[in-house]
């Protein structure tokens, strides 16, 4: 490398990195020196005070550097089992790897190697302690000559040990030892003060230490620096990292949004014609919450831009006759409608509550999904084309590209996190000359700012209250010993006019793999044959037909079968008020969002509703914390929030679904309130309320947001 390296020279010409490496390096979303200085490490170890073998205690898990004395394979009669003794002085460390076999040849007698992991008494041979699977690193190989190494590997390995030293994530070859010496020599050539395009008002505001200083902590922290702040990402390095790219991402997003609202929209009249339609429409008083919503919508729909809006509300909360509302101003105003839904299922529900509630009112309701027939199918576009059916239902098929609409002017699109938003882009898209308003609803509660920033272009209306008249259900576990009192149990609520669900994880047992777990195509037959001999029993599963789905839920509907087995295909919005049991047998395989989904189907009439939460073999902890959780509340908020706590934001919404950016140092549960000022902040900057903010500052900022960040997010297409 000649001259200083630029934050975006790209790896391959820094020192140590060729292209076989920087090939590797891309693979994990490292191109430019900045990335790789946003590698950060995972965890630190303090080797200041490196434990001596006989401080550790058992059960801990500790960080011991010591010498490799003995090291081989043995065999045993389930697996081979690696084990390497380390020592110090006279006390031994044993280390062992199951089907260790990889590491042969690795561990040279006399080398110096640091251990990470979980101190235990040993399990093998006479008392000691011993760690399993540990971590570990080779810190210095026995060397026959010491005169042979250079001032640079002494210089490195000085670094090792007597100081807090950052571990990172092995890739490929590159193992932490190997990022340590490549990310201290590329800060070392970085010059003392590198670039930074938050802007000087901002980064007083939040206190930020200068970049430059940030990279250098955050790798090679100072051995005052507080070991626990370390490991919660909350040093000041730590923040200024993480707010940046907060900032950041908030910046692209808040550009995206006004831009999309400058677009030519519909300006909807909602005058008194329309009022009197919406009332006449409307079955029930709606909640003050669905008035709330109502009156966002209306006047998103009544301004000319484009609405973008995200409806959110916990199952059963009422958002049908909210986007059935929507829908009447469009077609008053002579647009048509298009609904999209996950499956058949629900798209068939909706468009029997749409025939129900909307044709009396006049309007023409179609229903169009892959199962229908093809000259059905060909029929259905027509009244779509001529705008002889003013509002279409239906699933993917909607956007297929035979499907013309006349005069498209508001899409709904229900269960948001099923689609993705290249799918909403696609519906969109299908009015050429205006854009129709969008309406996304979402049974998934996700925190505000959260929302925000994952459905970056919509604004967020949230109906927080639950129609009146519904009891709360009551929730238990119960272990499968005690499945003869439960199918009592609902044997008794059956019995009593009431309806039940039984919930499986699997559809049929599998026939290569012993999991031991019930599935519903055979409890279907256990139960139907042994257990309700007297009972009417449907089964609804992923396999069954369209056609057979929609008949088994109509027949489910209308009462002429009294308990449902099903997997989870009934988890999204089916409606059926006189079901008030459900049943979840092994509910410890279930995630706590899809519980909750689940539980939502019942308490939806005025009887009293039960949930039983069935577990049969061994439950985690972290399944155990779902089932408390379903236990102590209903709230789908706090719910949502324990999940993202217990599987983190990218399991929760499905990365790739949702185009949620992949963060690389924030984290959005853990930084939320950084998430917060960061908002508030880009908010700031791009509406110029931020007054001390020069133009110049803000155009650098603008600037710096499309060369560094653009690609990584995909905020495409800015400004
Ligand atoms: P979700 O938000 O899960 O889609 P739905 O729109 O299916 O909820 O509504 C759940 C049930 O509550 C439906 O049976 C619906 O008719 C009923 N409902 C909705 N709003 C009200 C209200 N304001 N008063 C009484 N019942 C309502
Ligand atoms: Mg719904």
Same mark, same amino acid.
């Given at each position: ?54 401080? !550790? ?11 490799? #004395?003995?090291?081989?394979?043995? &065999? ?15 006390? &031994?460390? &044993?280390?062992?790897?199951? #089907? ?14 640091? !251990? ?7 399990? +093998? ?10 971590? %570990? ?16 590997? /002494?210089? +490195? ?11 990172? =994530?092995?890739?490929?070859? !590159?193992?932490?030892?190997? +990022? ?32 430059? =200083? ?28 993480? %707010? ?34 919406? *009332? ?43 986007? %059935? ?31 129900? @509630? ?65 799918? /909403?882009?696609?519906?969109?898209? *299908?009015?050429? =000359? ?34 009146? $008249? ?8 119960? #272990? ?7 199918? =009592? ?31 519903? @195509? ?17 089964? !609804?599963?992923?396999? @069954? ?27 999204? $919005? ?15 395989? %279930? ?9 939502? /189907? ?49 399991? +929760? ?18 930084? /939320? ?47």
């Amino acid at each position: 490398m000649r001259g200083m390296p630029e934050l975006r020279t790209e790896v391959q010409f820094l020192k140590g990195i060729g292209p076989r490496v920087a090939e590797t390096l891309a693979a994990k979303g490292i191109h430019s020196l900045e990335d790789l200085l946003y590698y950060l490490p995972f965890r630190y170890e303090d080797r200041i005070n490196p434990r001596t073998i006989e401080q !550790l205690q058992p059960g801990e898990m500790a960080s011991v550097i010591a010498e490799v #004395r003995t090291s081989g394979l043995f &065999k045993t009669r389930r697996m081979p089992i690696f084990e390497m003794t380390a020592g110090q002085g006279r006390s &031994k460390l &044993k280390c062992l790897w199951f #089907r260790g076999g990889y590491l042969e040849g690795k561990f040279q007698p006399g080398a110096l190697v640091a !251990l990470y992991g979980k101190v235990e008494a040993s399990t +093998f041979g006479r008392g000691g302690l011993q760690m399993l699977q540990p971590q %570990f690193e080779i810190l210095h190989e026995p060397s026959e000559d010491g005169a042979s190494e250079s001032d640079e590997q /002494r210089h +490195f390995e000085s670094l090792e040990t007597g100081r807090i030293v950052p571990i990172y =994530e092995a890739t490929g070859k !590159l193992n932490a030892k190997w +990022f340590r010496r490549t990310i201290r020599t590329a800060l070392e050539q970085l010059p003392r003060e590198v670039p930074d395009a938050i802007p000087a008002a901002i980064r007083g505001r939040i206190g930020l230490i200068p970049r430059a =200083e940030a990279f250098w902590q955050v790798h090679w922290p100072d051995a005052g620096e507080s070991f626990s702040a370390l490991q919660a990402a909350a040093t000041p390095a730590h923040q200024r990292l993480i %707010f940046e790219e907060l900032f950041f991402l908030e910046l692209g997003l808040e550009l995206k949004r006004r831009k999309a609202r400058l677009q030519p929209g519909i300006a909807f009249e909602i005058h008194s014609r329309v009022r009197a339609a919406l *009332k006449r429409v409307l079955p029930f008083h709606p909640t003050k919450a669905q008035k709330k919503v109502l009156k966002e919508i209306a006047d998103d729909m009544a301004h000319n831009s484009p609405m973008r809006r995200l409806l959110q509300g916990d199952v059963g909360s009422g958002k049908t006759i909210v986007a %059935f509302e929507a829908a009447t101003v469009a077609m008053e105003n002579g647009y048509q409608v298009a609904m999209m839904a996950p499956t058949e299922i629900l798209a068939t529900q909706h468009y029997l509550t749409a025939r129900r @509630i909307l044709e009396p009112a006049g309007y023409r309701v179609a229903l169009l999904t892959g199962s229908l027939n093809q000259a059905s199918k060909r029929s259905v576009r027509g009244h779509v084309a001529r705008g002889t059916a003013q509002m279409v239902i239906g699933t993917h098929a909607l956007l297929e590209e035979k499907v013309e609409f006349e005069r498209l002017g508001l899409v709904i699109v229900d269960e948001q996190h099923r689609f993705g938003v290249m799918q /909403r882009m696609k519906l969109m898209r *299908k009015n050429a =000359e205006v854009q129709p308003d969008v309406l996304v609803m979402t049974a998934t509660p996700i925190p505000r700012t959260l929302a925000l920033t994952l459905y970056g272009d919509l604004d967020v209306s949230v109906i927080d209250e639950l129609p009146p $008249g519904r009891t709360p259900v009551s929730t238990r576990v119960v #272990r499968d010993e005690r499945t003869a009192e439960v199918w =009592e149990f609902v044997r008794r609520i059956v019995t009593s006019g009431a309806q039940a669900y039984v919930v499986y994880p699997v559809i049929e047992e599998s026939e290569e793999k012993e999991t031991g777990l019930k599935a519903a @195509i055979q409890m279907y037959d256990t139960l139907r044959r042994d257990v309700f001999p007297e009972c009417k029993l449907g089964l !609804l599963h992923g396999r @069954i037909s369209a056609d057979e789905k929609d008949e088994i839920m109509r027949r489910f509907k209308n009462g002429e079968l009294q308990i449902l087995v099903a997997t989870t295909v009934i988890e999204v $919005g089916v409606d059926v008020p006189n079901a008030s049991v459900m049943v979840i047998e092994h509910a410890e395989r %279930f995630g706590l969002s899809q519980m909750h989904q689940l539980r939502g /189907r019942i308490g939806r009439g005025s009887t009293k509703s039960y949930c039983i939460l069935m577990t049969g073999g061994k439950v985690s902890e972290e399944a155990q914390q779902r089932l408390d959780t379903m236990i102590r509340t209903a709230d789908g908020f706090e719910i949502a929030e324990k999940d993202l706590e217990l599987r983190g934001p990218g399991e +929760f919404f499905g990365t790739k679904q949702t185009g949620m950016p992949s963060l690389r140092v924030a984290n959005l549960i853990r930084d /939320r309130k950084l998430l917060e000022l960061a908002k508030r902040e880009a908010r700031a900057l791009v509406d110029g309320s931020a007054g001390e903010i020069s133009q110049e500052e803000k155009r650098a900022a603008v600037q710096y947001l499309k060369a560094h960040w653009n690609r990584r997010y995909g905020l495409v297409e800015i400004g």
